[in-house]
């Protein structure tokens, strides 16, 4: 039987999303898998990976039912996953604890006393990203302090991707994408830095060695067969971090074409053949080789309207059946009878604290502007601008780092609101190019699965093959009149309030 189809695994904070693809990137067949995210105390945010490998088997074993395709067919799985875990497994392969995840800040106090014991500097050196509680190193080190009876036993710490990678095949793994969460990890050439290990105190056996993001990693085992589906003996491929991912399913794989992050979280990343690093943002390795990726990873993106949807749209909901449209169209409707500006109101789109580039846990969202002639609609389009102004922030840091963006590639659930891709297109002047938006992340996945395999010659050829343009946006300049004073406030705004959200 031919090997026709690629499998890839995305492994996002809300849930899991498993696709099955042809050679030409069309979607045979896709399901979801759903886990929970913990909250048990304030700053704490913190995942079951048990429960992502429960989530990836059964939307697995969906999606190979929903498309009626023999596991035999599958070439290669590919895998990405959130960033920043820190999943720490014994000798046997156990998951010892909940991880905590990208949006977790408990580990600050850490943080403060490693940039002034070591130096924040000398980090930035070696790692090319600031030290802060969203990244695993600090996470590492809270174990030790807070959990020691886990720590004791811990045999290696893998990455979200790696698990499942390990979950398949029963080898542990890390790849270069991902390395960047631990700055031990040196980002010029991409190894680990024995010396920084030590000072940070991270045993270096924790530490998987460091492969390609298309590296076949193993096979899947009987085991992992019989739980997830999968055909004994089917390569798997080390993957890479979700963004890095999706950035390549958004055919973003020369210098200075970047993706528009439009998932739970938003942000972008800008391809560079040269290392650039700042300390506002995140740098870390594309997943196609030799080149990096310069980030901008905000915690309000897409899950910023799960929210408003969720407490503001219980009308839209009651009457979604009856007008024949989902309570998000709706919304995205009465936005759009609102004008540029928001008469006005301006949000700061600080859900979770704030990451890139303000890097403040205690960062809080913010509307402003608010009177009795302001609507429902006016909170919900200062929602999507607010979203679209941190992209801004980030965009012009990068800038001034000296990464060139010409053109941005929107993916993500909010490149399917023409308004909200307009809206950012205005707010940061670029033109914005859609590709298959809801399939980039599981696609690059699978990308790196079939080039591992040599399903396809090299990354030129897949993305080729792959990535469809479906639309495009081009900057208003009448509405970037009116947006540039209200990315004036939102910086105002910010500035004025920063001491109170301490």
């Known amino acids: 039987m031919g090997k026709k189809y690629l499998i890839g695994i995305d492994l996002g904070t809300s849930a899991c999303k498993v696709a099955i693809f042809d050679k030409n990137g069309t979607v045979i067949a896709a399901a979801t898998g759903d886990y929970p995210v913990y909250y048990p105390q304030e700053g704490w945010a913190e995942q079951d990976p048990k429960e992502w490998w429960a989530g990836v088997c059964s939307a697995t074993k969906k999606a190979l039912e929903k498309g009626m395709v023999d596991p035999q067919e599958i070439a290669g799985v590919g895998i990405d996953g959130q960033s920043w875990s820190a999943v720490a497994i014994d000798k046997e392969g156990n998951v010892l604890t909940n991880t905590p995840i990208w949006n977790d800040t408990r580990a600050q106090k ?61 080898e542990v793994s890390q790849e270069i994408s991902q390395g960047y969460g631990l700055h031990c990890f040196d980002m010029r050439h991409g ?34 067969s019989a739980e997830c589906g999968l055909a004994v003996g089917t390569p798997v491929v080390a993957g890479g971090l979700d963004a890095a991912c999706g950035t390549l399913g958004a055919g973003v794989i020369h210098p200075g074409e970047t993706q528009e992050q439009g998932g739970q979280a938003g942000g972008m990343s800008i391809c560079m053949d040269t290392y650039k690093a700042d300390p506002r943002l995140i740098l870390g390795y594309h997943v196609v080789p030799n080149e990096w990726l310069l980030q901008g990873g905000t915690t309000g993106g897409g899950g910023v309207m799960r929210w408003f949807e969720r407490e503001f749209a219980d009308y839209e909901r009651s009457v979604a059946e009856e007008k024949g449209k989902s309570s998000l169209v709706q919304l995205n409707d009465i936005g759009e009878e609102i004008n540029p500006g928001c008469d006005g109101v301006v949000f700061l789109p600080y859900m979770a604290g704030e990451r890139t580039p303000i890097w403040n846990p205690h960062a809080k969202g913010v509307f402003y502007g608010l009177d009795f002639a302001k609507t429902k609609g006016h909170m919900l389009r200062a929602c999507m601008e607010g979203v679209a102004l941190s992209l801004r922030h980030n965009l012009e840091i990068a800038e001034e780092a000296g990464a060139k963006v010409e053109v941005l590639r929107a993916m993500g659930g909010s490149a399917n609101s023409l308004l909200w891709t307009q809206i950012k297109s205005d707010i940061t002047g670029k033109p914005i190019v859609v590709p298959s938006s809801d399939t980039a992340t599981t696609l690059g996945a699978a990308i790196l699965a079939g080039v591992g395999v040599g399903f396809y010659k090299d990354y030129e050829e897949a993305v080729k093959l792959t990535v469809v343009e479906t639309r495009s946006h081009q900057p208003n300049t009448e509405n970037k009149e009116v947006y540039d004073k209200t990315y004036d406030t939102y910086i105002k705004l910010y500035r004025s309030l920063e001491d109170l959200m301490k």
């Open 110 to 170: 850490i943080c403060d006393r490693l940039n002034a014991e070591i130096g924040a500097d000398a980090i930035f050196e070696v790692a090319g990203n600031a030290l802060q509680p969203s990244y695993t190193t600090a996470k590492i080190i809270w174990y030790k302090e807070n959990l020691p009876e886990v720590y004791a036993k811990i045999d290696k710490i893998l990455q979200s991707n790696s698990y499942i990678a390990f979950c398949l095949t029963g």
């Open 191 to 224: 190894k680990w830095d024995v010396d920084m290990c030590e000072k940070l105190g991270i045993p270096m056996n924790f530490l998987p060695d460091i492969v390609s993001c298309d590296h076949v990693v193993g096979s899947v085992t009987e085991k992992a």
